[in-house]
């Protein structure tokens, strides 16, 4: 007697139906996406908004539906009917680290790749010794009274309001910049706050943002002002 297989004669009785699978997909279409600045060139993948899950989607989908589906059933609809990433959020990366490790990922000449190498060991000496010196100019200003040494930086964007609600997960949410000043005689760190519909986040606001804070923070006795960032190695100002 020969046997034959029968397993998926009788037709998938798991199977969603599309009314079931249109719902989700309808679902997660009214979730907020946008393009990669920096790599449009090699990802055409749509992004999520930044901090957003899998969990955080299906957690949405069930407050809304009365019989929703099971997560995994969730995430191969996900897989199958999407191309999206999503982009956690990170702290700042050197761009010269980004790109020598790229380089040496696809280098594939040993000689040139051991040159790379050489490079970015200089880069990171040099990002070390930048690190002593912020450290001595803090020294110096605690112990004299007439040296400061600020250090500023434009936060990365976040969004507002971070709360709950199940219609802030499907809107565009509005952004919010903070330049950060750390005063090293002090060693007191101070934001300035602001929304993207009162001002961008170019050199003049981060500017004005410095300015204030040397004439409200900075005390008269000061002559000597060091200003650092991660852009600008070291500026030095003589009052």
């Known amino acids: ?53 899998i969990q955080k989607m299906y957690e949405v989908y069930c ?64 990002a070390e010794g930048s690190q002593k010196l912020r450290r001595q100019h803090f020294k110096t200003a605690k112990e004299n009274e007439d040296y400061e040494c600020l250090t500023f930086d434009l936060e990365k964007t976040l969004p507002l309001p971070r709360i709950p609600t199940n219609i802030v997960f499907y809107k565009r949410q509005l952004w919010v910049y903070n330049a950060g000043v750390h005063s090293g005689k002090k060693e007191l760190g101070y934001c300035y706050v602001w929304i993207e519909g009162e001002a961008g986040r170019g050199s003049q606001e981060v500017g004005s943002c410095l300015l204030k804070h040397i004439q409200h923070q900075v005390s008269p006795t000061v002559k000597h002002l060091i200003l650092r960032n991660d852009v600008v190695v070291k500026i030095e100002i003589s009052i």
Do not use: W
């Open 63 to 126: 407050s809304e539906e009365n019989n929703p589906i099971s997560i995994a059933s969730y995430k191969i609809i996900f897989y199958s009917k999407f191309n999206l990433r999503m982009k956690p959020l990170k702290k700042d990366t050197c761009n010269t680290c980004d790109r020598l490790k790229i380089q040496m990922d696809n280098e594939k000449d040993f000689e040139k790749r051991e040159e790379l190498k050489v490079k970015h060991s200089e880069h990171l000496e040099l």
């Open 1 to 53: 007697m020969t046997l034959t297989d029968q397993r998926g004669i009788a037709g998938g009785r798991n199977k969603l139906s599309e009314t079931i699978v249109q719902k989700v997909v309808d679902q997660i279409n009214k979730i907020p996406r946008y393009k990669s600045h920096y790599r449009r060139e090699k990802t055409d993948s749509d992004f999520l908004p930044p901090g957003t899950t």
